[in-house]
């Protein structure tokens, strides 16, 4: 089994930056992909973005992209979301997640049900 554990959240002001990291321990993997989701009370969880594992390759949801980068250290097992210019409409549970050996393109990773593996969540709360 892999777990994964997210940490980096908390709280700043409308325009700072935060960088959240999530890192990989027990089974990990070369392939698939890795992801980050988040969720605001009473809203559904959301893609954010993810990263190709082997390839680095790269897909964000528009409501982030160019303010987020998601990046990868392989030989930590570690994956980042840097995450600046930050907005209210921000705020949320951040959850990292897992898709391990899967084949494809990583804008075809952005459904929750796609991903086995999930972290516990780190509160990220911007203020105006």
């Known amino acids: 089994q892999a777990q994964l554990v997210e940490s980096g959240g908390g709280a700043v002001q409308a325009g700072g930056s935060l960088r959240l990291s999530c890192a990989a321990s027990g089974r990990t993997f070369s392939k698939g992909f890795m992801g980050w989701f988040r969720q605001s009370p009473g809203k559904e969880r959301e893609f954010v973005g993810n990263i190709g594992l082997r390839w680095g390759s790269l897909y964000y949801a528009d409501t982030v992209k160019g303010r987020f980068t998601v990046s990868r250290d392989n030989a930590k097992n570690t994956v980042y979301l840097q995450m600046n210019s930050l907005k209210p409409e921000d705020t949320a549970v951040y959850y990292c997640?897992?898709?391990?050996?899967?084949?494809?393109?990583?804008?075809?990773?952005?459904?929750?049900?796609?991903?086995?593996?999930w972290g516990q969540g780190t509160q990220v709360t911007v203020s105006p």
């Open positions: 997640a897992a898709a391990p050996s899967v084949a494809g393109i990583a804008s075809s990773y952005t459904r929750e049900r796609q991903y086995a593996y």
